[in-house]
């Protein structure tokens, strides 16, 4: 198989059954059959590989897990029925009581209410960094620290952490390093060519891509995705054969949409850095942002999300959301429908302004998550809502 992106998100594909089909079909069958008692045997003790089980493997889920590992150049993985799936059952699979998280910050917001509401359930405490603080990383780490963890870019401030430099401390103190790689997706950043051990993503977003199903999946280094499969193979977070299967149709054409994304995120951004009612504008393939050289250096474009700073604060956000017409009102990002959310009034508005200002949630902050619309028409909108 070629190693080429696009080639791979095409072709890779289960094996063609007896109706020499093009398009991989859907396998929608909870468990498949034996020939014999030796090879329902066989099977069971693992001397050969085949599908047994959908919650252990079904084609679908197969095929679009190996495109994923193609994709972030890793050596296997497996599929979860959403993103959180991923990120609870990698780290349940991998900690015992009494283990040690070091985590940035900013991560998405179940995965914060992870580390300090369940997780501390079974002993295991999260230490955090701030995004423009790798150099108190170090300080963090204790003798029982396992994973270090973060998300880059982040939600929903688009800030960029350095991924080699937290490679480079991952291996020095022994422990593994685990990126959501959700915003980036496979075709504008591999972390694993950075040092990464785990590579988690949410499939709901830009790997769908037009907003029908949840998904999630975890890819990395063999020994550590057996532990995470014979975990979930036990605990049953399998992703469905239907998702897997769109999931997969949805990768075929990850290339050409995240390319178009990108392109119109950048004239959206343009625009806003230049208009006088915002404040400032995050986009990590602009000059203006203050990780860009870090952004320019581990990522192909600069994604699809915008984060802009209003100026009026809260009343102007929850104002500039109350005026917008053709962009959509809704928490999903990543869709072929650009979205627009006002994350101190909605999302984060139980956070104290202190923590919101932590994780760079200003008051006036609105995350755009930019789609495939004809962009000057996304631009006219956003440009109306900012007239006061
Ligand atoms: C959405 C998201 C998740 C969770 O994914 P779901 O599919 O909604 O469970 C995790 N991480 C990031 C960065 C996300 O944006």
């Not at 940035?104 to 991560?107: D, F, Q």
């Given at each position: 198989m070629s190693k080429n992106f696009e080639t791979q998100a095409v072709r890779i594909q289960t094996e063609r059954s007896q109706f020499s089909e093009h398009s991989t079909p859907l396998f929608l069958t909870s468990s498949f059959v034996f020939d014999d008692a030796e090879d329902m045997r066989a099977s069971f003790a693992e001397e050969k590989q085949r599908n047994l089980y959908s919650r252990f493997s079904n084609p679908n889920t197969t095929e679009f897990v190996d495109k994923i590992v193609a994709m972030e150049g890793a050596e296997a993985g497996y599929a979860f029925a959403t993103g959180m799936g991923a990120v609870f059952s990698t780290f349940a699979a991998l900690l015992s009581a009494g283990d040690h998280i070091v985590s940035?910050?900013?991560?998405f917001g179940s995965t914060h209410s992870l580390f300090t509401k369940y997780l501390p359930k079974w002993n295991i405490e999260t230490s955090y960094f701030k995004v423009n603080e790798l150099d108190k990383v170090e300080s963090l780490i204790q003798p029982n620290t396992k994973i270090l963890y973060a998300e880059s870019p982040t939600n929903p401030a688009v800030d960029i952490l350095d991924l080699e430099a937290l490679s480079q401390i991952a291996k020095k103190y022994n422990l593994l390093l685990v990126i959501d790689n959700c915003f980036a997706t496979p075709y504008l950043q591999n972390p694993i060519k950075f040092g990464a051990d785990l590579v988690i993503h949410s499939a709901t977003k830009l790997i769908d891509g037009q907003g029908r199903v949840l998904g999630g999946v975890t890819v990395g280094k063999v020994e550590l995705i057996k532990e995470i499969y014979l975990f979930s193979r036990n605990t049953g977070p399998a992703m469905s054969p239907f998702n897997a299967w769109v999931l997969s149709k949805s990768l075929e054409t990850l290339a050409v949409r995240v390319d178009k994304h990108c392109e119109n995120a950048l004239k959206v951004a343009q625009f806003l850095e230049a208009h006088a009612a915002v404040n400032f504008v995050k986009y990590p393939f602009l000059p203006s942002h203050p990780q860009y050289e870090v952004a320019k250096k581990q990522m192909r474009l600069g994604g699809n999300i915008v984060a802009f700073e209003i100026k009026g604060g809260i009343e102007a956000g929850r104002k500039f959301l109350n005026k917008i017409k053709l962009c959509s009102l809704s928490a999903n990002l990543g869709d072929s429908r650009t979205i627009v959310t006002h994350p101190a009034s909605t999302t984060h508005s139980k956070l104290s302004e202190e923590d919101r200002l932590e994780v760079g949630i200003t008051d006036g902050l609105v995350r755009s998550s930019i789609g495939l619309e004809f962009v000057d028409d996304v631009i006219k909108d956003l440009k109306q809502a900012l007239e006061v």
């Open positions: 940035s910050r900013s991560v």
